[in-house]
Structures are given as C-alpha cells and as structure tokens.
C-alpha cells in the first residue's frame, strides 16, 4: 500500500484528476480535484458507486487483465470553479510499475476543455469563412458559365453579368483583406501597445480619408472637442484602422445628406484597472449618425464575426461583417471598451473607452 504521505500532497495539488484503485477495483486515494469533479470522495469503495461511464470501466478491466497501459475520453456536465458547462477529459490507465505497489492502477483524468474549445472554435472559423468565400465564388463560376453558353452571342447580358462578376471578385477580395488584419491583430493581441497617440489627430486623418466618399453622399463628419490632450498609448496604424471602420459604417449606413458627429473628451474613471500605468481618466470618443438604426435585439451581436444584421437589405452596401469584429480585437489590445446603442429611424452611437496615457 501507499505510505507515503507527501505523494498524496503532491497529487492533491495536481490540475488533473487522479484516482488509484487496487486490482479489485476499490478506490483507495483520490485527489482533491477528482473529489470537486465527482463531487463525492469515494475512497474504500467499489469503482462503479463513483464512475459508471462504460468507456472508463472497460478501459480500467483492460488495464487490469492485460497490465497494460489504456487510454479513452470522458465528458462530464458540470459548473465548476471558473468553467461551467461541459467538461473534457483525456482519460490515461496504466497499472503501477513498482513491486512493491504491483497491486495499484492509477487512473488519471486530465482536463483538456480549454483545448477543444480552441478546436471547437477553429473548426466553425474555418467553416464560416469557407462559405463566406463560397458564396461569392460560386456566383462568379455560375455567371462565367453563363456568359460562355447561353449569353455568348448577346452582348448586354454579357456587360451584365462581367458587371456582377467583378462586384463578387471585389467582395472576395474584401474579406481576404479583412481577413488578414483580423489574424494579424489576432497573432500580436497580447503585445500592449507603448506609443503615445493623440486620438483627436486620429480621427482627423480618418475624416481626410473619408473627405472624398463622404461628398458621394452629401454627408459630412464634425469633430467637437475642447482639448487637444488626448493621448492614449497605442499603436497608430491599428487606431486609424478602428476610427475607419466606425465611420466607414456611419457613412454606409448613415442616411444622405446627413451629418457624422464625433465628440471626444475625457472623463473620470471610476472602475480600477487593475495598473498603475494608467491614470485615472479614460479618453472617449463617441460616434453618432443618422440612419435606420439597429434593432435592440441584435446590438450584442454586432461583433460577431461575419455577423450582419439584414443580409439581403445591407447586401446592397459592400460589408464583410468584420469591420467590428476588428474593431473589438484593436480595442481588446488597447485595454478599451465599446458600448453600442440604437434608435430605430434615428441612428446609433457608437462609444470607444480607452486608458488616458501616463504621465511622462
Ligand atoms: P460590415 O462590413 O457588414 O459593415 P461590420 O462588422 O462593420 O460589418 O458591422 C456588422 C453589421 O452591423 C453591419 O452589417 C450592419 O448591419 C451593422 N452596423 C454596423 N455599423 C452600423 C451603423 N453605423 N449603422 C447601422 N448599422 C450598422
């Protein structure tokens, strides 16, 4: 048997579960976190009052009939500590390899959620954007063979159709783009950034860009503030990327002949960042336009990737659906915060909190 008690410490600090049973299949030592995990502590009993999952059984019969080491999965439905829902486990047999203790089996549960949740994630990433290229792709292959069959000698569905081909060809590439500074912010999202940025400049640089798309429309963007010290420490690129993206939307969405207000200012913070690097004060910049708005029940799930809210109504405006996805991602970096609402007929406001820079 077992004597040593610094072993059983050690295992009751241990992540995964672990449970040691004799060849008759009586539990003689199970560790704190199979204890929370099966929320029993079945210690001299029968493996089966604690375990009935029959892939766990069968492998531990095998382990024990073969002295051979065995290995299955085992999910479990629980709310524990910070994870809730449902729980992943690799499960590992082996039987003991030391003489003296040639009696014991242990069984070892180790948590592996977080892993497939990873997997989980990836796998409908790549479904998503699979069809998100398919879509437009299979639009371009069904009008080229139009186009070389039953259009081929009519010359103004042909124009039509290169028409529609090229829209598709460009929203491909749209995505691709959009694609791309997703996985780039993505890959460096915990590098924080340490270049002081004046946002006001920001937003101005976003609205010289704009300058030209706006006047399609008749609309304009007005900047109101009253200071010009509002530096945050960021990285410039990926700002400019996030102001052209709100009001890249605003102007989209907005109606014509309207106006794009932003207001900037600074205001106390009153919730602790948890650092010492930040000041107290937060910079925000608020975004309001005049357009259709956005139903209530949608707001939570703008940043959704691919997410958009009326495919067919805002298909006739060009959108990925990443835009503020990506917004979300350069806000996470920046330790910032969005808040979003929306009046129906009215338009909405969109509000980006971000730490006001240190003092230098
Ligand atoms: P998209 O590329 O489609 O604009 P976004 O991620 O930027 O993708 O936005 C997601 C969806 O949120 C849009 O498709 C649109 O339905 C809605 N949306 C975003 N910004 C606005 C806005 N300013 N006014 C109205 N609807 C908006």
């Known amino acids: 048997m077992i004597e040593n008690e610094n072993l059983f410490n050690i295992l009751n600090k241990l992540d995964d579960a672990v449970i040691i049973t004799d060849r008759d299949k009586k539990i003689i030592f199970q560790n704190d976190y199979s204890i929370e995990i099966f929320e029993n502590d079945f210690t001299s009993q029968i493996i089966t009052n604690l375990i009935r999952d029959p892939k766990i059984l069968e492998s531990l019969e095998q382990t024990i009939d073969k002295n051979i080491e065995s290995t299955t999965d085992f999910i479990i439905n629980k709310n524990i500590s910070d994870q809730s829902g449902e729980l992943n486990f690799d499960v590992s047999i082996y039987p003991s390899k030391s003489k003296e203790e040639d009696n014991l089996i242990y069984i070892i549960l180790k948590n592996v959620s977080i892993q497939r ?162 000041r107290k004060n937060i910079i925000e910049v608020e975004i309001k336009d005049q357009s259709d708005g956005i139903p209530e029940k949608y707001i939570h799930r703008l940043t959704e990737r691919f997410f958009r809210v009326d495919k067919s109504r805002s298909k006739a405006i060009e959108g990925t659906g990443l835009g503020l996805t990506i917004v979300k991602h350069i806000l996470n970096k920046h330790r910032g915060n969005i808040e979003i609402s929306s009046t129906l007929n009215k338009g909405s406001v969109f509000t980006i909190q971000l730490p006001e820079a240190p003092i230098s």
């Not at 792709?137 to 080229?144: A, P």
């Not at 749209?174 to 950034?193: F, G, Q, Y």
């Not at 200071?227 to 989209?252: R, T």
Request: a negative charge; one cysteine or more.
């Open 117 to 278: 949740n990873i997997e989980k994630v990836k796998t409908s990433f790549v479904a998503n954007v699979s069809h998100e290229l398919k879509t437009p792709l299979s639009t371009i292959i069904g009008f080229i063979e139009t186009i070389r069959t039953t259009a081929k000698d009519d010359k103004k569905s042909k124009d039509e159709f290169m028409e529609i081909i090229n829209d598709e060809a460009n929203r491909m590439d749209r995505l691709i783009d959009d694609l791309l500074i997703v996985s780039k912010i993505e890959s460096n999202e915990h590098i924080h950034p340490t270049s002081k940025i004046n946002l006001n400049k920001c937003v101005e640089r976003v609205q010289k860009n704009l300058a030209k798309k706006l006047t399609s429309k008749n609309m304009t963007i007005e900047i109101n503030t009253n200071s010009n010290d509002h530096h945050i420490l960021g990285n410039e690129d990926e700002l400019i990327q996030l102001f052209s993206n709100l009001l890249e939307n605003s102007f989209k969405y907005g109606h014509e002949n309207s106006e794009i207000n932003v207001s900037i200012q600074k205001t106390k913070n009153n919730e602790d960042h948890n650092t010492s690097l930040f």
